[in-house]
């Protein structure tokens, strides 16, 4: 089993910045992806980056030159670091884990994020 803990949402202005954090503990091996899903209000969960155990990452186009995903292997740790943030970045945001070995997936509880004036 795996455990994810999220941290560092909360309520943000226009074009200001917030960091998240998750955390990962259990059984998962050296081999696995971590990274964030979103959903806003009344819209399908979208995914927003994502990064290999070899640091290879990825972004959806609506975050791509704002957002930057990082991890710590050490610590088991993925953050995303959100700047410019606009009010369509309102969302609950779930870290997620995917096991290689075992292809499967582990969710974090989510967290807020609030852009607004």
């Known amino acids: 089993q795996v455990q994810l803990v999220e941290s560092g949402g909360g309520l943000v202005q226009p074009g200001g910045s917030l960091r998240l954090s998750c955390a990962a503990s259990?059984?998962?091996?050296?081999?696995?992806?971590m990274g964030w899903y979103r959903q806003a209000p009344g819209k399908q969960r979208e995914s927003v980056a994502g990064?290999?155990?070899?640091?290879?990452?990825n972004y959806a186009d609506s975050v791509k030159g704002r957002f930057t995903i990082s991890r710590d292997n050490a610590k088991n740790t993925v953050y995303l670091q959100m700047n410019s943030l606009k009010p369509e970045d309102t969302a609950v945001y779930y870290c997620?884990?995917?096991?290689?070995?075992?292809?499967?997936?582990?969710w974090g509880q989510g967290t807020q994020v609030t852009v607004s004036s």
């Open positions: 997620y884990l995917q096991r290689a070995i075992w292809n499967d997936y582990y």
């Open positions: 990064i290999t155990s070899g640091g290879m990452t």
């Open positions: 259990g059984t998962i091996s050296n081999r696995y992806t």
